[in-house]
């Protein structure tokens, strides 16, 4: 058993559902750690007595969080973040396929992978629903880096049969081999999980798309991930491949894609009725805000998703989103919510980014919050971590004030540990 002394804060419920209390808040924690469990989460008060033995490791003026959870992310896109000048369809063509197409080699996929997930671990994100390229080698490097730090990811190879440059095509039959393969291989190693990966309806056949759904139909337990309704062109030639669908969603219904443990990224331009669609299904959004931003995509309608009861977490979608950074992203959805008269509040934001990413995800029984049993991704952040965020975090008087300035003003450098499983796996500085 080891013990962590800190300020401690963490969701139970989501605030915008009026279940109380959404949230606990602990200035002098005790958080209690059995092996790669949590074993009690409270006062330090009230849990002293339970220490036993066990060392405690103090971090005075810190605060400890649930690890972050990151809906959507590129991994062959980091190195290609911060591409100038075009919306989503050129952007893909002018930058983003070349980049994956790089991919193919498996000694380029194994560095990308490593640095990939340092990237994440210092940032606090600690699971993260993972896009790779068209190449199986490429989520096998990742899986492979993911195994040894033990994480809670979950992946899948690019199913694309067409739309894009030949040399990131893999074919109706191969794109099925491989997505057999990588979870007959991986789906349920350590925290391993499988998604089944169709880029969007304009890069796979009809076929292809179908072939996607029998094999969710023949793997319940196994996630989809897939982009949806982000950008009017795509939108408006995703009309034109399939005139007599109906709608883009339709697309996606039809092939048996809207299910349990689906994610759908962006759907920035879906109304009440599509998000309606995809919560009857009990299938979950990702909201992207530094992409949508940075793509000119539009202004996710947050509301309305949440009046519809659709599961929402916040994907950062690198390399279209600009930064890593689950709690930068925070920042921007506040923004996004504010060009819509909607300011995000940082209860509900913090929520999007922790337990609401667990249910997105279906695994709010293992990861999201601090309660005991579950699997112990832990963040420790430093509040004061700049001169201007000790100066405001400093003056701020509540617990939502001190939270709000860590999410319009935070970054990598403020989460000093991550901890995964149990198991310190990035320490700010070292
Ligand atoms: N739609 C299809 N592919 C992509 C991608 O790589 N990034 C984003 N943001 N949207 C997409
Ligand atoms: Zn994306």
Redesign the pocket.
């Known amino acids: 058993m080891r013990a962590y002394r800190a300020a401690i804060f963490h969701l139970l419920e989501e605030p915008a559902s009026g279940r109380t209390p959404a949230h606990a808040y602990h200035p002098d924690g005790l958080l209690l750690v059995e092996d790669d469990r949590i074993a009690a989460c409270g006062d330090f008060e009230a849990l002293k007595d339970q220490l036993g033995a066990a060392p405690v490791e103090a971090f005075p003026g810190r605060l400890i969080t649930p690890g972050f959870i990151d809906l959507?992310i590129?991994f062959p896109q980091l190195e290609a973040i911060a591409a100038y000048g075009e919306q989503l369809l050129d952007w893909l063509d002018r930058y983003i396929y070349p980049a994956e197409a790089a991919f193919a080699d498996p000694a380029h996929a194994a560095a990308a992978a490593s640095a990939f997930l340092d990237a994440l671990l210092r940032h606090g994100t600690t699971t993260a629903l993972v896009?790779g390229s068209s190449h199986k080698a490429s989520v096998e490097a990742l899986f492979t880096e993911a195994l040894g730090r033990n994480m809670r990811l979950i992946a899948g190879k690019v199913l694309m049969d067409r739309g894009a440059p030949d040399a990131l095509l893999d074919g109706r039959d191969g794109g099925r081999r491989d997505t057999l393969d990588l979870i007959a291989d991986w789906n349920g190693k350590g925290r391993l999980g499988y998604a089944v990966t169709p880029r969007f309806a304009l890069t796979s056949s009809p076929a292809q798309l179908a072939m996607a759904g029998e094999i969710l139909a023949d793997h319940p337990d196994v996630w989809l991930q897939t982009?949806l309704a982000e950008s009017p062109a795509e939108i408006a030639a995703v009309g034109g491949l399939f005139p007599d669908a109906g709608d883009y969603l339709a697309v996606y219904e039809a092939a048996g894609l809207v299910r349990r443990r689906s994610v759908f990224?962006h759907c920035v331009h879906l109304d009440n009725a599509g998000f309606a669609r995809l919560a009857g299904a009990d299938a979950a959004v990702a909201f992207c805000p530094a992409s949508n931003l940075f793509l000119g995509s539009g202004l996710f309608p947050l509301r309305a998703a949440l009046t519809e009861g659709v599961k929402v977490g916040i994907g950062t979608?690198v390399g279209?989103g600009t930064s890593v950074s689950v709690l930068a992203n925070l920042g921007e959805a506040y923004k996004v919510g504010q060009l819509q008269h909607q300011p995000l509040d940082p209860l509900q934001a913090f929520y999007l980014a922790t337990l609401g990413g667990a249910r997105a995800l279906d695994l709010d029984d293992r990861i999201g919050n601090l309660a005991p049993g579950k699997e112990a991704d832990f963040l420790v952040l430093d509040l004061a971590a700049t001169p201007v965020l000790a100066a405001r975090t400093g003056a701020a008087a509540s617990l939502e004030e001190r939270l709000f300035a860590l999410m319009i003003l935070g970054d990598d450098r403020v989460v000093e540990q991550t901890y995964v499983a149990g198991v310190r796996r990035h320490s700010r500085g070292r």
């Open positions: 959507h590129h896009f982009h990224a979608d279209a």
